[in-house]
């Protein structure tokens, strides 16, 4: 050690002092001797304090001299531990930095908890998905340390290995002279960490890509105030957060960071046209921008048009990104090949072979959460029993899929909250895995993940963020497999998908899909196929809600003819046609002939699929309804009282066809007159509606509207007219100006001004 790291000798002034110590010390021996005046040193008092006088100057020069060269060996000390510029050791080749590096909040992150105290924090281990950027962060800040004089000793060492790991030691062991070059690496790597626990020289380990922890194991740097590790992985086990360690999630580029490094890349205004959509669309991964920015200067394109080929479902990720060997910065995998090592790993991990048909099917679903009860449902633990043995010789159960998913989420390959119930995985992640997937994989695949959608998918709209979950879901199935829903008879998902919608009170949302829906199943299918019947029912009941009552009746009507020709007159698709042009004309102002209409419908419906069948008794609800559209509302409120009992015993409180009966009991209670039995029942069905729905689902508004009127009604202008503006602020920050919610609010809270006004003018 002392060839490498060696200690300055004693300043000249500690010499000088010593000198001075000497002499002083020979000139008090001579007095001691010899007094003052010549005569011989005789025992007695005078004699003595002579003697300890000058044994008391001799003690204070010493004294001087002890504590000067104290202060000068902690000057050594100091300096000894911060070696002149070039003396550094280094071990191992620190990654060049890459170009246009960002600073970044993770680099804020590490240097922050690495200066929280060198005692609690030795080690810290950044964790996060490959192509995030954890080595360059590990490299930046090895970097800053050894540029600002505070390390005298750096070794990095790509830890791909235990090999590798007692490789990396056994080299600084013998640049540092701890050893003989004979010596084998094993020996040579225990003698460096016995020397790092003990020695105050400054030191950095960097461990990068342990993507193993296991080699690791019993060769952890060891905990010394002057040293410090950092480690680099795909992996968060718990063993990499244990005593001593700090786990630092290290994940994607920021907006600023993300559009900050596509600007400084490409460097060409006119090039740079929806840059923001670009790193949005890569998902603000490190790696995936960068390689995209490359291949951008390359090709000579523009950030619009490389989106546009993005988005192009036909091309494969890695024909987006630079060939292997023309990746920037050093890239030693695209963006494709990345994550292939952390597949291969979770794939071999027990229960193995299951990882990777589960990422198969996350792969098809929103990439912001899976409901995790989707991947319990019958149609997914068959097809993981088919993917991990032919026709199902071995059985995966719901343990097995919790156990793959923490696979997955221990190698960062999804991002899994076992308490949550729901997990996410990264958009280019999933775009890598469809990549791999061939056309009988996927067209299996997506069977699969409509299946267990349709098996989960809430019955009524009771649960807002849970039916949320389910559509974008849906959306994203629709959107990564395009045709195959409709070309493989897989479109009831997508019907759910868009009554979904507008029981949401999305109707707009519902309409456009169902039409885009119309001409792609027409095209694929053909116009008599039950897929384009289906959909043409769900754009015209939606046209309805929408507010063109007659055009919704003229279409059920044109519909009706279709479905009875290609379906027969009992199919449930053509009774519920027919069910919709009876409500249609009454809401097109022909309530007599809708309630005649209906009543044939309810025959059939009795027929057909007997008197509990949900169907049977909302055709008993629209009925009722119509009743009392045609001036029949004591007839109505008796029927919808024995609905409403019916529904209750048959379906459940929180039904919507139970809710529903409960809201026209309410109107039609309201519209016989008795307005004060209106404003109870509606305020009791909102208080549920809220609970069951939220606060502002379009039910809980419609409500609110209703009540207020009957407020009014009551005799409290006043009270409904503030009820009112309340409702239309919430309705036009909800909804918009163009919703009929928002249309139905102004009228009422219109029609009462004026009631306030005419009061108010005939009590004057």
């Known amino acids: 050690m002392g060839e490498v790291f060696r200690r300055r000798p004693p300043g000249r002034r500690v010499v000088v002092l010593l000198v001075a110590a000497l002499l002083a010390a020979a000139v008090a021996i001579v007095l001691l001797r010899r007094p003052a005046d010549g005569t011989t040193l005789r025992p007695g008092w005078a004699g003595t304090e002579q003697a300890g006088w000058i044994a008391g100057i001799i003690s204070a020069v010493f004294s001087l001299v002890g504590t000067v060269a104290a202060v000068q060996a902690l000057r050594v000390g100091r300096s000894d531990r911060a070696p002149a510029t070039g003396r550094l050791v280094q071990v191992g080749r620190v990654p060049q930095s890459a170009s246009w590096f960002q600073d970044r909040r993770a680099q804020l992150d590490l240097t922050r908890v690495a200066r929280t105290g060198r005692t609690a924090v030795l080690t810290q281990v950044l964790s996060g998905m490959g192509g995030v950027g954890k080595t360059q962060l590990a490299a930046q800040f090895a970097r800053r340390l050894a540029h600002t004089g505070e390390l005298d000793l750096l070794v990095w060492i790509t830890a791909i290995s235990r090999d590798a790991i007692l490789a990396g030691y056994a080299q600084a062991a013998r640049q540092l002279h701890l050893v003989d070059p004979t010596v084998d690496p094993e020996q040579a790597a225990s003698t460096l960490l016995n020397w790092c626990e ?118 494969r990720l890695d024909e987006l990104v630079p060939q292997p060997d023309a990746l920037p910065d050093d890239h030693r995998a695209t963006v494709a090949a990345t994550w292939s090592l952390s597949i291969d790993v979770a794939d071999a991990a027990v229960p193995t072979g299951l990882a990777r048909p589960v990422l198969n099917l996350v792969a098809l679903l929103d990439p912001n959460g899976v409901p995790t009860a989707l991947l319990t449902t019958a149609p997914v633990l068959a097809y993981l029993s088919d993917a991990r043995g032919a026709d199902g010789a071995v059985t995966t159960d719901v343990d097995d899929v919790d156990r793959a998913l923490h696979n997955l989420h221990r190698l960062n390959l999804i991002t899994h909250d076992p308490h949550g119930g729901a997990l996410r995985a990264h958009a280019l992640v999933q775009r890598a895995t469809r990549d791999q997937l061939v056309e009988k994989q996927l067209a299996r695949i997506t069977r699969v993940a409509a299946g267990a959608l349709l098996s989960r998918w809430p019955e009524t709209e009771t649960r807002p963020a849970v039916s949320q979950a389910f559509r974008a879901n849906a ?195 309201g519209a016989s007159g008795d ?27 419609t409500a609110h509207r209703n009540l207020a009127w009957w407020q009014g009604c009551t005799g409290d202008p006043q009270g409904a007219t503030e009820a009112l503006e309340e409702l239309l602020a919430t309705c036009l920050r909800v909804f918009g100006s163009d919703h009929r919610l928002t249309a139905d609010a102004t009228d009422a809270l219109t029609y009462w001004r004026q009631h306030e006004q005419s009061d108010s003018i005939s009590d004057e």
């Open 198 to 315: 003990r020695t105050d020289h400054r030191w950095l380990v960097v461990l990068d890509n342990l993507d193993t922890p296991a080699h690791a194991a019993g060769w952890w740097p060891p905990a010394n105030r002057h040293g410090r590790t950092i480690v680099t992985t795909r992996r968060r086990d718990a063993v990499l957060a244990a005593e001593g360690r700090v786990l630092v999630e290290v994940g994607l580029f920021s907006e600023v960071e993300a559009a900050g490094y596509l600007h400084r890349a490409i460097a060409d205004p006119g090039r740079l046209a929806e840059a923001g959509q670009l790193a949005a669309d890569l998902g603000h991964l490190p790696l995936a921008v960068a390689q995209a920015a490359a291949f951008i200067r390359d090709r000579g394109l523009d950030c619009a048009g490389y989106r546009r080929l993005l988005t192009d479902r036909r091309r």
């Open 475 to 669: 959306v994203a199935l629709h959107d990564h497999v395009g045709d195959l829903l409709l070309a493989n008879d897989l479109h009831d998902v997508l019907i759910r998908l868009y009554s979904s919608l507008g029981e949401a009170g999305l109707v707009r949302a519902a309409c456009a899909g169902s039409e885009q829906a119309i001409a792609d199943s027409a095209r694929l299918n053909g116009p008599d196929h039950t897929a384009t019947l289906a959909f043409r029912l769900l754009h015209a009941f939606y046209q309805g809600r929408a507010g063109d009552a007659a055009r919704a009746a003229e279409e059920f009507t044109t519909l009706t003819a279709d479905c009875v020709r290609v379906l027969g007159p009992d199919a449930h698709l053509t009774l519920t046609t027919r069910h919709n042009i009876a409500f249609w004309r009454g809401e097109a102002g022909d309530p007599a002939g809708a309630a005649e209409a209906t009543a044939e419908v309810l025959a059939d419906r009795l027929r057909v699929n007997g008197p509990d069948h949900p169907e049977t008794l909302n055709t008993r609800g629209s009925l009722a309804w119509l009743q009392g559209e045609a001036g029949e509302h004591a007839e109505a409120v008796v029927a919808l009282r024995e609905l409403l009992a019916d529904c209750r015993r048959l379906l459940g409180p929180e039904h919507h066809v139970t809710l529903k009966a409960r809201s026209g009991l309410a109107f039609q209670l």
């Open 675 to 701: 307005h004060a039995a209106a404003v109870t029942e509606t305020r009791t069905l909102i208080a549920d509606y809220t609970r069951i729905l939220g606060v502002e689902h379009p039910l809980t508004l």
